[in-house]
């Protein structure tokens, strides 16, 4: 029996992975894998927008700058140029394809809205839910794509790869190429073996590997973890961007609620529980000032207070103005008892964004022969040390442009052999999961990196964070081989390894830049540090190397 071979297999159904999918089936058939449903992603949570230039106010130069800015130093210029240029390119494409943003509803001119870092008003946006109206738009072009076939509540367990019998093994490649992934079906409790021409990850961030976080609870690290393992580059891991403004509440919650950046944009001010201002310490543009920074003074001011949580206060503009630009957000904290329009928002940061990743080129290119990243989970050179506000969104999407004419350009000229592609070799136990041992392990494991590779770091806490992760780490692998397989022993898995992974990326670098701040390495160090840090796997032979 003929095997089915797709010509894309694109894993992961936020912006990037749909965006792709429906540029990609005008050259060929794509099959969409995502753990959830389609909608299930981090981009349905995003509530502010996308950034791109559209006035003659603003300009690609001054885009680029504050990008540039916020990165500290550290984005690869040639990146921000191109998604600022493809920016107004791209957001006229969603519209053709049926996304709406909102409009001005006295000038009839698009509603743009400024954010944190932003020197202008450049971020196109639904109401405060952006990311719901454009997984919506997307979803729908792609179920009415003949091109397209979509499996939904179906993880990859790893990326199915044959290793070059070369030695040394082809420059950059690691002698590994990619032939597709091995699948878990969920509800059928199966594994199958999927062949493809090419391999696109879209999997999102790893705010999972965090005790708070406002992603959702399929963000655990799985292409990251799964391209590691396979010899991908893993770049810049260290950067992880907390949000500095999540809904507190005293209820544990597997994500928290996010304020979206534009409530301060808005006017919003932060203040401590006494009701005072305080980012004017911090920072010339106050609650304006670029996430790590907004984020490390919240924590300053909690610690130094022994505060849970400050204070958002937008309760000084008139109510129907709040209330129209923020419905989600004025609706959602009614629940939890909180009128935005005459109370104070209690807010505390949470994991958010993954500026580090598969480190790829330009057009979405690992170093494995025929795996391709997009979106958060790859390192583009785009968000350097530090993302700034609704750049994210607009880099999925033109990484997804690029790489889909790179995809199909590779495919062309590349005959991929399938021939002795071994199915799924089966070495777990049928012992059954204990879900009180893989709780413990998961919690554990997000507990230490949450206390050890947080907002503020120490050289003594990412020492001892790296002896207990190891052991921890080691034990989450072991239950997994030695438990029956299922979607929380893979989780469980990935959610270890890619813990250890930014454990050992913190504690490499010595210096204090973006979002990665050292106490005991407190300024930046340009002639040092100005550079990727890097971590690769030979895969198989499970050996490592940290370059800069």
Known sequence: MKENIYDFLVVGSGAAGLYFSILAADHGKVLLITKNSLRESNTFYAQGGIAAVDRESDSFEEHIKDTLTAGDELCNPKAVGMIVNEGPEIIHDLIRRGVKFTKDSKKGEYSLHREGGHSESRVFHFKDITGKELIRALTKNVKENKNITILENTMCVDLLTEHQKTDPPPAGLHGVTCYGVYAYDIRKNRISKILSKSTVLATGGSGQVYLHTSNPAVATGDGLAMAYRAGATI????????????????????????????????????????????????????????????????????????????????????????????????????????????????????????????????????????????????????????????????????????????????????????TGIKEWEYYHTERPLEKVVVSYLRNTIKRLVSEFVGIVRSDERLKMAQNMIDLIAWQARDYYMQTKLSKETIELRNIADVAALMVRFASFRKESRGLHFNIDHPHKDNEHWQKNTRISSTGRRSKSEIRR
Do not use: W
């Not at 305080?278 to 790590?292: C, G, I």
């Not at 609706?331 to 329009?341: A, S």
């Not at 480190?359 to 494995?368: A, I, N, Q, R």
């Open 235 to 418: 770049s810049n891991l260290e950067f992880y961007q907390f949000h500095p403004t999540t809904l507190y509440t005293e209820k544990e919650k597997e994500s928290s609620f996010l304020i979206s950046e534009a409530v301060r944009g808005f006017g919003a001010e932060l203040k401590t529980k006494d009701g005072k201002k305080f980012m004017h310490k911090y920072h010339p543009l106050k609650s304006l000032a670029p996430r790590d920074i907004v984020a490390r003074a919240i924590d300053t001011e909690m610690k130094k207070r022994g505060d849970d949580f400050v204070y958002l206060d937008v309760s000084n503009f008139p109510a129907n103005k709040i209330i129209s630009s923020f419905p989600n957000i004025y609706h959602r904290c009614l629940e939890e008892g909180i009128d935005i329009t005459k109370q104070m928002i209690p807010v505390v940061p949470a994991a958010h964004y993954q500026c580090g990743g598969i480190e790829t080129d330009l057009h979405g290119k690992t170093d494995v022969k025929g795996l391709y990243a997009i979106g958060e989970v790859a390192q583009n050179g785009v968000h350097g040390a530090n993302r700034l506000a609704s750049n994210s969104l607009l880099d999925a999407l033109v990484f997804a442009k690029a790489s889909s004419i790179s995809v199909q350009k590779y495919i062309s000229k590349n005959m991929t052999d399938f």
